[in-house]
């Protein structure tokens, strides 16, 4: 199931929910996070939360922790339109497991909900291109060398937006293995969350 919170949402983002309910999604649509926080609260459970905006500076961040605070397990996917790079990176670090321009199509909005609902991530070239550079001189010249191998192999997978279960299957390990891997490459990386070590892998053109 799918919710949608749809405060300041365009007619682009209210066609493609009217167009995929009835095929793929049962959607709860509400107006804002203050009315989907009780849901919440209360056991209801979602595939994935999609929070839109008209523009990612509309996207309120602390509606975004919240909605992170309250259904940790729950992936979030943004979709606005990216008038600031910089805000729809600050939404990813927030918490969102996504993020998607409302330029799209409706054929990659459906993507990005299938991979952010499998456990994946979905950012759009532009932003990881755009993500910024490590800052410590160790990260500037090799943030791979903590990582082992293996944790390479994983972290390359992240970057392709893989979820932990495909992740597992290409590599022939367990899922708790590779949930293992992750939690230590998030460490080692010093960043929030696999997101953001996806963007870094991207951004400074990874290759193990």
Known sequence: MLSSTTADCDAIVSNWLWIISPKRWRITDVAAVSELAPLLRRGEEFDVVLLVGSTSTHIDLADLALLAAT????????????????????ILSAGARGFLPTSYSLKVLIGALER???????????????????????????PWSELTRRQCDVLALIAQGKANKLIADSLR?????????????????????RTQAALLATRTGFDH
């Open 116 to 142: 952010v609902r499998s456990g994946g991530t979905y950012v759009p070239l532009a932003l990881s291109e755009a993500a910024p550079a490590p800052t410590s001189e160790r990260a500037r010249h090799s």
């Open 71 to 90: 259904a940790p397990h729950t992936p979030i996917l943004v979709a606005a339109e990216c008038d600031d790079p910089e805000r729809a990176l600050a």
């Open 173 to 193: 390990m367990s899922e708790s293995t590779v949930k293992a891997h992750v939690k230590q490459i998030i460490r080692r990386l010093n960043v929030a969350t």
